[in-house]
């Protein structure tokens, strides 16, 4: 069997699947036509955007799950003011959130609060703009994907995530893909992006 390896960029309001579970849910089979065989590997939440990978490669798909490999994240996330050294520290050096009702310690991550707000394609619809209340950009590389990590790593220190989108998992990037754009690549060259043999 020939395995297949697409990128694309999830847009806001697509769940990570091909099955609707009402009528009106937008999912991965509205953006495009996959293999039948074929699934993402992860998720991102309906209100997240950016790289996914979908493919039929079962190796890849534990690989990249399984929590031993930890695997790089890295995602923008906008945020509702603008966080200082105290709050920057906290999300760096790990801290708890709650995970299946289960009070959970995340692992150390990287975080940098961005100077300027990153270029990425508008989002539809865009994010309700208050005048006084100031918003901040950061990026934050993770080693481990629990379910809204982010989300709840940024409220936990009084910053709520307004956008979120990722960008890279490892060295595999969205690119210049724009919203809902797909891309195939060969093997190789996932594999070699994603650091696996």
Not at 61 to 85: C, M, S, W
Not at 98 to 126: C, M, Q, S
Not at 141 to 170: D, H, S, W
Request: charged share 25%; hydrophobic share 35%.
């Amino acid at each position: 069997m020939s395995h297949r390896y697409f990128i694309l960029y999830k847009p806001y309001g697509y769940l990570s699947q091909f099955t609707k579970e009402v009528a009106d849910h937008l999912t991965l089979a509205d953006l495009g036509k996959f293999p039948k065989d074929a699934y993402p590997v992860g998720r991102l939440d309906k209100d997240s955007e950016g790289l996914l990978i979908v493919t039929n490669d079962t190796t890849l798909n534990h690989t990249l799950l399984n929590p031993k490999f930890q695997h790089h994240r890295t995602y923008l996330a906008q945020v509702e003011g603008i966080p200082d050294k105290a709050a920057l520290q906290q999300l760096r050096k790990g801290m708890n959130i709650k995970v299946d009702g289960k009070i959970y310690h995340t692992l150390p991550a990287e975080v940098r609060l961005l100077p300027t707000p990153p270029e990425l394609p508008e989002r539809n619809p865009p994010i309700r703009f208050r005048k006084e209340i100031p918003d901040s950009w950061l990026e934050i590389t993770l080693y481990e994907g629990k379910n809204r990590q982010v989300r709840k790593m940024c409220a936990g220190v009084g910053f709520p995530v307004l956008r979120l989108v990722r960008i890279k998992i490892e060295k595999l990037e969205l690119r210049d893909l724009k919203s809902g754009q797909i891309l195939e690549l060969p093997r190789m060259q996932v594999y070699k992006l994603l650091g696996m043999s």
